[in-house]
C-alpha cells in the first residue's frame, strides 16, 4: 500500500511535535527539581532548619526562598508576619544563629520566645511600651511614662552578663600544725594547697552535670610565716571549700575577723557535693 506525500509530512509533523513537547516536559522538570523543597510552601509561618530559614513572608526583591537564619533574617521576616508590631534589633545581635525551629501561626510574643530560646537565651526582649517606667536619678521616682505609641514597640537586646561574684577572705592560724612536725614546714604548706586545688577540682567535676553549674577557680593561698596565717582569698563557694579542708587540719584555728555567718545556700550545697565525693571515692588500698 502506497502511503501519499501529504500523510507522510502529517506524520513527520507529528512526531516532531511529540518530541518536542517531551523536551519542554522535562526542562520543566529539571527546573522544579531544583528548586526542590523551596518551591514548596511551608506548613508553618516560621521554620528553621538545618540553619536556613523558609521566607514565608512576600516575595523578596532578591527572591530567595530560603535564607541564613541569622537573628537580623528573622526579624525581617517577624516584621512581615506581624505588620501591627514595631521590631527593634541590637546591632551586635544580626548574626546571632538560630537553631531548628518550627511555630504555626502565633502571636508576637509567642514567637518572640520562641526564637530565644532556639537561639540559646542569646538575647533578651521587652515591649517598650509595657516595660517599667526608667528611674529618675534626680528624684529617685519612676519618670514620666512616654507618650502612648500606635503601635506595639519591641526591642531585642543582648542578655546581660551575669554579676561577678565578689571576693571573699578567710584566715586560718595554722601554727599548732606546723610546729607538730618541725623542719618540714615547706613540705606541708605544699601538701596544703595541693588539698585545696584537688578538692576544688573534684566538687567543680562533680557539680557540672547540675544546671547552675559555673567555672569555679581555685582560691588563692597565701602563707604569712612569722604570724603564722594561711590567707584564703577567693570566690565564695571556692573559699567556704578551702576553710573546710584547713580548719580540719591538727591545732587549726580560724581567724577571729574571719569568724562571720556564711552563705547558708553555699554551705548546704558544699556539704551534698561532698558527701556524694565520698560516696564516690573508693577506700585507700592497703
Known amino acids: 500500500m502506497t502511503t501519499s506525500p501529504r500523510l507522510r509530512l502529517f506524520i513527520c509533523l507529528l512526531v516532531v511535535t511529540s518530541l518536542s513537547v517531551g523536551a519542554l516536559t522535562d526542562t520543566v522538570a529539571q527546573e522544579a527539581a531544583k528548586e526542590g523543597k523551596a518551591a514548596t510552601p511551608s506548613a508553618y509561618n516560621l521554620e528553621i532548619k538545618?540553619?536556613?530559614?523558609?521566607?514565608?513572608?512576600?516575595?523578596?526583591?532578591?527572591?530567595?526562598?530560603?535564607?541564613?537564619?541569622?537573628?537580623?533574617?528573622?526579624?525581617?521576616?517577624?516584621?512581615?508576619?506581624?505588620?501591627?508590631?514595631?521590631?527593634?534589633?541590637?546591632?551586635?545581635?544580626?548574626?546571632?544563629?538560630?537553631?531548628?525551629?518550627?511555630?504555626?501561626?502565633?502571636?508576637?510574643?509567642?514567637?518572640?520566645?520562641?526564637?530565644?530560646?532556639?537561639?540559646?537565651?542569646?538575647?533578651?526582649w521587652r515591649d517598650a511600651q509595657t516595660s517599667p517606667a526608667p528611674i529618675d536619678p534626680t528624684t529617685g521616682l519612676p519618670a514620666a511614662p512616654a507618650q502612648k505609641l500606635n503601635r506595639p514597640l519591641y526591642i531585642l537586646?543582648?542578655?546581660?552578663?551575669?554579676?561577678?561574684?565578689?571576693?571573699?577572705?578567710?584566715?586560718?592560724?595554722?601554727?599548732?600544725y606546723l610546729d607538730s612536725l618541725p623542719g618540714h614546714?615547706?613540705?606541708?604548706?605544699?601538701?596544703?594547697?595541693?588539698?585545696?586545688?584537688?578538692?576544688?577540682?573534684?566538687?567543680?567535676?562533680?557539680?557540672?552535670?547540675?544546671?547552675?553549674?559555673?567555672?569555679?577557680?581555685?582560691?588563692?593561698?597565701?602563707?604569712?610565716?612569722?604570724?603564722?596565717?594561711?590567707?584564703?582569698?577567693?570566690?565564695?563557694?571556692?573559699v567556704a571549700l578551702a576553710a573546710k579542708i584547713i580548719g580540719a587540719l591538727p591545732g587549726a584555728r580560724r581567724s577571729v575577723a574571719s569568724e562571720t555567718p556564711g552563705n547558708n545556700d553555699f554551705s548546704q550545697k558544699m556539704e551534698e557535693t561532698l558527701r556524694r565525693l565520698q560516696q564516690a571515692t573508693p577506700p585507700p588500698r592497703r
Open 50 to 124: 538545618d540553619g536556613l530559614l523558609t521566607w514565608t513572608g512576600p516575595k523578596r526583591q532578591d527572591n530567595d526562598k530560603v535564607v541564613p537564619a541569622n537573628l537580623q533574617n528573622v526579624v525581617d521576616l517577624l516584621r512581615e508576619l506581624h505588620p501591627e508590631a514595631n521590631f527593634v534589633l541590637a546591632p551586635q545581635l544580626q548574626e546571632t544563629l538560630i537553631s531548628d525551629l518550627k511555630m504555626r501561626a502565633a502571636g508576637v510574643e509567642a514567637n518572640l520566645e520562641a526564637i530565644r530560646i532556639a537561639s540559646g537565651s542569646e538575647f533578651v
Open 185 to 238: 614546714e615547706d613540705t606541708r604548706l605544699d601538701q596544703i594547697e595541693r588539698m585545696v586545688e584537688e578538692t576544688v577540682a573534684q566538687y567543680r567535676n562533680a557539680s557540672a552535670a547540675s544546671p547552675n553549674a559555673k567555672k569555679m577557680p581555685p582560691p588563692s593561698i597565701r602563707f604569712h610565716r612569722g604570724a603564722n596565717l594561711a590567707v584564703i582569698i577567693g570566690e565564695p563557694e571556692a
Open 157 to 176: 537586646d543582648v542578655t546581660p552578663a551575669p554579676p561577678k561574684p565578689g571576693l571573699q577572705v578567710e584566715a586560718f592560724n595554722i601554727g599548732p
